[in-house]
């Protein structure tokens, strides 16, 4: 199992930019998929972004595609996602997740570990 700390989080103006970090313990993420997800209140924890063990396939939510972008550092143990012009409506608890496998997926289900989460306030 792997233990995943987020980080990053806090309140921005919309438009503005924000970078969360997830940095992991226990193994090392170099073989697994991983991806951020987001629950904002009252509503289902939804898929954000994700990328594969190397990072050369990314996937993206359509509200997002065009604003966000995941990253990993393999020798840092971390993976990120630099978030840019940045709306009301992504105010959101933000969570990274960790799979066993290589290839990356957009189904909440299909991960195996997660984090704590890091709060994302958007003020309009």
């Known amino acids: 199992q792997v233990q995943l700390v987020e980080s990053g989080g806090g309140v921005v103006q919309a438009g503005g930019s924000l970078r969360l970090s997830c940095a992991a313990s226990?193994?090392?993420?170099?073989?697994?998929?991983l991806g951020w997800f987001r629950q904002a209140p009252g509503k289902e924890r939804e898929f954000v972004a994700a990328?594969?063990?190397?990072?050369?396939?990314?996937y993206y939510a359509d509200s997002v595609k065009g604003r966000f972008t995941i990253s990993r550092d393999n020798n840092k143990n971390t993976v990120y996602l630099k978030m840019n012009s940045l709306k009301p409506e992504d105010t959101a608890v933000y969570y990274c997740?960790?799979?066993?496998?290589?290839?990356?997926?957009?189904?909440?289900?299909?991960?195996?570990?997660w984090g704590q989460g890091t709060q994302v306030t958007v003020s309009s």
């Open positions: 990328l594969n063990w190397s990072g050369g396939t990314t």
């Open positions: 226990g193994r090392t993420l170099g073989s697994r998929a």
């Open positions: 997740a960790a799979r066993r496998e290589l290839g990356a997926v957009v189904v909440r289900a299909l991960y195996d570990d």
